[in-house]
């Protein structure tokens, strides 16, 4: 019994006592902010220039009609939503708009593998309000639907992709910038700089869980007494930085070009 009672004077021991609720209350805590952490949504865009107007005095006159009435330039805007998260989504409402004068024409959204994502109800109601207006009070109103197109997306699970595709008309010398806005309570926006990729993954995330993985296949070779470990971790690392030995021996000889012209 003797062990019995050196559990009970374990337990009620004041100072072990405080120690342990207040460990406990710090991993709540913890547990709690992890579950209430903000969910960030990537998003990328690329514009595609498809038709160009123009008046040179060599090679004439080029005119673009969309629904045989002029234009200016056209493009393709894509833009892709992803939830990195792990989290589940649900009654969300994006929106991509343009400041900078490009014009939407026509576009559509659709969560990738599924059906196509609809207007969301305040801008439908502003669409539809819009197209039962007179001409002259249509081009009043025109600023906020020429400019602005707003989805409403059911569920957008983890991992799940938005993929949203727009005909834009844009101003002539300027490059198109769309900005995506998500008002949800715990969710953010984030634009994904743009990334080189390989086999549809991030190309700087690969060469670094490929380098990790060089390293341990190269520790357990030698540990099994296969090969010397430095002739082939110094070759190995040779060959993960010979981009880098390559672009600063391309700088040192423009250096010395520089120098000695």
């Known amino acids: ?31 709690r902010r992890f579950r209430e952490r903000m969910v960030t949504l990537r998003w990328s865009a690329r514009h595609q220039s498809i038709a160009v107007s123009t008046h040179d005095a060599t090679f004439g006159k080029i005119e673009v009609l969309y629904n045989n009435n002029p234009v200016q330039n056209l493009s393709m805007c894509f833009l892709e939503i992803e939830n990195e998260s792990t989290r589940d989504l649900t009654d969300l409402t994006f929106s991509a708009s343009y400041s900078d004068g490009t014009q939407f024409l026509v ?46 997306i059911p569920v957008l699970n983890r991992g799940a992709k938005v993929d949203f595709a727009a005909l834009v008309m844009t101003k002539t010398g300027i490059q198109p910038t769309v900005q995506v806005i998500c008002v949800h309570r715990g969710v ?10 390989m086999f549809g993954v991030n190309q700087n995330h690969a060469v670094g869980v490929g380098f990790v993985i060089g390293i341990i296949v190269i ?7 296969l090969i010397e470990f430095w002739p082939i971790f110094l070759s190995f690392l040779a060959g993960t930085l010979v981009l880098a030995i390559g672009a600063l021996a391309i700088h040192f000889v423009r250096l010395l070009v520089r120098v000695l012209g």
């Not at 039962?132 to 020429?146: A, E, G, N, R, V």
């Not at 520790?219 to 007494?225: A, E, P, R």
């Open 107 to 152: 576009s559509m959204a659709a969560l990738r593998g599924a059906t196509a994502l609809l207007f969301s109800s305040p801008f439908a109601h502003a669409l539809t309000t819009w197209r039962s207006l007179m001409d002259p009070q249509k081009s009043q109103t025109l600023d906020y639907i020429s400019k602005n197109r707003e989805y409403h």
């Open 188 to 197: 953010r926006v984030r634009q994904k700089p743009p990334q080189l990729v």
């Open 1 to 31: 019994m003797n062990w019995l009672s050196e559990i009970w004077t374990r337990i009620w021991d004041p100072v072990a006592t405080s120690a342990g609720a207040i460990g406990m209350l710090v991993c709540a805590h913890l547990i």
């Open 219 to 225: 520790g357990l070779l030698q540990i099994v007494g």
